[in-house]
């Protein structure tokens, strides 16, 4: 497990965007390893959990009995002293296995180096485990490149230049599994705002026809907050994707104000003119509603923006993120006042334009009138 732990540290290493890959080492640790000489307690008459318990017990330490002060209640365990148990060597010639004596003779104190192989070894230092499997940790920090991007690449090289023996296998975890996690809440969370947003604007108006109309302009909204995004080369994320969510909820909003202006403007020209309104009375409609909204447009996009440079500008604990949210929308801001000054009027003057006549009907001047000669 080492030695392929090691072999993807070396791959990864390559991979563009790297800054230190390391491997953790799983040997390391020391053990003191006493395996038992069956034949040799066969002579002495002894048992392999005959010499475990000695162990245990010389060596590890056991409680024997209890101490009672007071209120107070405290083991007390015997093992070797320390100087007794200090090497290999010691614990061999000094811990001592009580053996079978003949008829008549005392017990006889057999000490542990003859009836086992008392040695260090080398071994992990600890057992990590995963889903109950044993796992060794790569531990990979990258910079300027998304965590995404990044990870496919590096799946891409060590699937081809490293050979997993049968039954090994690599899983990639970390802020990396974090984003996954992240994604699958917002393949659920974006629709359901989007959705949220059309039943709100259909409440609203009551048509869909106005409901499409701020639906399919939405997206030049976010247009700003992708370039301000690629300007600052900041990398697709969680707090990115909360930021667009956001821009998109703000440049409904602006659309909504502004198509209710565009509406009562066409409303009381339609009242004036009757059924003889023309597609240049609703030229002059937009025209008018579009100023009138040009004063509360720029209210709304001075207070936001008011709001979120000093975020932009902000460093300390966590700046990091509320940058990457904040940046989305403050370019979204520029482009959603393109739309709503421009874009809107547009779609609601192409929408509204069908069937229309291009100017107004046309009235008999006077002197067309029918006149009468007298002979």
């Known amino acids: 497990m080492e030695r392929v732990a090691r072999d993807i540290e070396t791959v990864v290493k390559d991979v563009p965007g790297t800054t230190s890959a390391y491997a953790e080492r799983i040997t390391g640790g020391y053990y003191l390893d006493i395996?038992?000489?069956?034949?040799?307690l066969a002579?002495?008459?002894?048992?392999?959990?005959?010499?475990?318990?000695?162990?245990?017990?010389?060596?590890g330490g056991e409680m024997v009995t209890t101490t009672v002060e007071g209120r107070e209640r405290f083991g007390v365990i015997v093992r070797y002293p320390r100087e007794l148990r200090a090497n290999p060597q010691a614990i061999a010639a000094n811990v001592l296995i009580p053996a079978m004596a003949e008829m008549g003779q005392p017990p006889a104190q057999v000490p542990l180096g003859q009836v086992a192989r008392v040695?260090?070894?080398k071994g992990a230092p600890a057992?990590?485990?995963?889903?109950?499997?044993?796992?060794?940790?790569?531990?990979v920090d990258i910079r300027g490149r998304d965590i995404g991007r990044y990870v496919a690449d590096a799946k891409r090289a060590v699937a081809e230049?490293?050979?997993?023996?049968?039954?090994?296998?690599?899983?990639?975890?970390?802020?990396?599994?974090?984003?996954?996690?992240?994604?699958?809440?917002?393949?659920?969370?974006?629709p359901l705002t989007l959705l949220a947003i059309v039943v709100l604007l259909y409440?609203?108006?009551?048509?869909?026809?106005?409901?499409?109309?701020?639906?399919?302009s939405v997206p030049f909204a976010l247009v700003g907050g992708v370039w301000l995004i690629w300007w600052l080369d900041y990398n697709m994320s969680v707090a990115v994707a909360v930021g667009f969510i956001a821009l998109a909820g703000v440049a409904?909003?602006?659309?909504?104000?502004?198509?209710?202006?565009?509406?009562?403007?066409?409303?009381r020209i339609r009242e004036e003119r009757g059924t003889h309104a023309s597609a240049a009375d609703l030229y002059e409609a937009v025209m008018e509603g579009a100023?009138?909204?040009?004063?509360?447009?720029?209210?709304?996009v001075v207070a936001i923006m008011a709001g979120l440079l000093p975020i932009m500008w902000s460093t300390g604990t966590g700046s990091e993120v509320m940058r990457r949210i904040a940046a989305p929308m403050v370019g979204g801001m520029v482009s959603s006042t393109i739309l709503t000054l421009v874009v809107i009027p547009a779609i609601y003057a192409l929408v509204k334009g069908r069937g229309l006549p291009r100017n107004g009907p046309e009235m008999a001047p006077a002197s067309a009138a029918p006149q009468v000669r007298a002979t």
């Open 127 to 139: 057992i990590r485990t995963e889903n109950a499997l044993l796992s060794a940790y790569i531990f």
């Open 35 to 40: 395996e038992p000489d069956r034949a040799a």
């Open 43 to 59: 002579r002495y008459g002894l048992a392999v959990g005959e010499l475990q318990d000695v162990i245990m017990t010389a060596l």
């Open 252 to 267: 409904a909003e602006t659309g909504v104000v502004m198509l209710i202006y565009l509406e009562h403007a066409w409303e």
């Open 203 to 216: 409440l609203n108006f009551r048509r869909m026809t106005e409901t499409l109309i701020v639906m399919l």
């Open 161 to 190: 230049k490293v050979d997993f023996p049968p039954g090994y296998y690599i899983t990639w975890s970390g802020q990396f599994e974090y984003m996954e996690r992240a994604i699958e809440k917002l393949k659920i969370v974006v």
């Open 291 to 300: 100023v009138e909204r040009v004063r509360p447009k720029m209210m709304t």
């Open 119 to 121: 040695k260090v070894t």
